[in-house]
């Protein structure tokens, strides 16, 4: 069984690989041909991702003993955006490639 200490370091983690995943997007967008939609949904997730991260933030911090089922909703949220993040930076990555294969032929 996982104790709490366990839990939170592992809840951290992830909140702190969120926070890289952000920065490492941003510093892409900065330099990567985007559209104007690609640009408000990144904009869109980032927001939503900042808040997820606030609200887990403000339930670890008042988190007590048991099952917290708005932090469980949260951290799974926060699970999905991950998800969704990554596999944005794929696609981003993928085009990128094409882009530059078409660049050659």
């Known amino acids: 069984m996982m104790t709490d200490e366990t839990y939170f370091a ?3 983690s992830k909140l702190d690989a969120l926070e890289r995943d952000l920065s490492n ?3 892409y967008a ?7 939609d690609s640009m408000v949904k990144a ?3 980032d927001n939503r991702a900042r808040q997820i991260q606030a609200k887990l933030k403000m339930r670890l911090d ?3 003993r048991g099952v ?3 932090l469980l909703k949260l951290e799974l949220q926060n699970d999905w955006l991950l998800l969704i993040n990554s596999f944005g930076h794929w696609t981003r990555r993928l ?3 094409f882009r530059e294969q078409d660049k050659i032929a």
């Open 30 to 36: 900065k330099g990567g041909p985007w559209t104007h």
């Open 10 to 12: 592992r809840l951290e």
């Open 43 to 45: 904009n869109d997730i």
């Open 68 to 70: 917290d089922w708005e």
């Open 95 to 97: 085009d990128q490639k």
């Open 62 to 64: 008042a988190a007590s």
């Open 25 to 27: 997007r941003r510093k």
